[in-house]
C-alpha cells in the first residue's frame, strides 16, 4: 500500500487572514521556527507566504513596512494534494512545479502542509537534505 500524504504531513499548520501584518507573521516564523504560513479566507485557503516571500516581495521595496499585510505577500496559485493522496503525488506536484512546500486540504479546509525538507526525512534520511531536515532548527 502507498504511504499517504497524512502520514508525513505537518498537520495543523499555522493559517492567518490576508489582513494580518507581515511584521506579525515574520516574528510568530521566527518565534516558532517555521519558514511559511497557509493564508486563509474565511477558512478556504488563498495563499501560502514563505519567509522568502516576505523578504522578496515586501522587504525588497524598501520603506515602512508597518501597513503591508499577508496578502500583499502570499503566493494565490495555490496547488494542494488531499491528507489521502499517495505520498508519490506529492512529490510529482513539487518537482513539476518547482515546489518547495505544498498545502494539504480536505474538503477545501486546509489540514497540513508538506515540506521538501518532510519528503527527504521520509524518503532518504541519510541525505545531506534529510540531515538538514531533520535537525534542529537554529536559535
Given amino acids: 500500500m502507498a504511504q499517504q500524504v497524512r502520514d508525513i504531513m505537518t498537520a495543523d499548520p499555522v493559517a ?15 518565534d516558532e521556527s517555521i519558514g511559511a504560513v ?3 479566507d474565511s477558512g478556504k485557503l488563498r495563499g501560502l ?37 499517495d505520498v508519490d503525488r506529492a512529490v510529482q506536484l513539487m518537482r513539476s512545479k518547482a515546489l518547495r512546500r505544498l498545502p494539504v486540504v480536505d474538503n477545501g479546509q486546509p489540514v497540513g502542509i508538506v515540506a521538501l525538507g518532510d519528503l527527504a526525512v521520509e524518503r532518504d534520511p541519510g541525505s545531506a537534505l534529510g540531515d538538514i531536515s531533520a535537525a534542529d532548527p537554529n536559535a
Fill in 16 to 30: 492567518v487572514e490576508p489582513d494580518t501584518p507581515v511584521q506579525q507573521i515574520a516574528t510568530r516564523m521566527r
Fill in 49 to 85: 507566504v514563505t519567509d522568502r516571500d516576505l523578504t522578496v516581495r515586501i522587504l525588497a521595496d524598501g520603506g515602512d513596512v508597518t501597513d503591508r499585510t499577508v496578502g500583499e505577500a502570499c503566493s494565490r496559485e495555490m496547488v494542494a494534494v488531499a491528507p489521502d493522496d
Fill in 38 to 40: 497557509l493564508v486563509t
